[in-house]
């Protein structure tokens, strides 16, 4: 987990390197302490970034 002001550092360097970042967000955490919120995620989409997820933990087993 990483705060704002973690997050607003990171993509302001990638950005001035001409660089973008691909975030995955745990679902079940949007919003929480430590996480990003539904605004910040908005923006970093906004601004260019590639946005994924990861399942929230209660995904059923993959079978083959």
Known sequence: AI???AE???VDRLEALGLH???FVST???G???FLT???IRELDAR???IGTHSDG???PITW
Do not use: F, K, W, Y
């Open 58 to 60: 209660d995904a059923p």
């Open 21 to 23: 970042a691909h975030c």
């Open 28 to 30: 079940n955490c949007i």
């Open 38 to 40: 539904p605004q910040q």
């Open 48 to 50: 260019g970034h590639t």
């Open 8 to 10: 607003e550092v990171v």
């Open 3 to 5: 705060d704002a002001a």
């Open 32 to 34: 929480e302490r430590g």
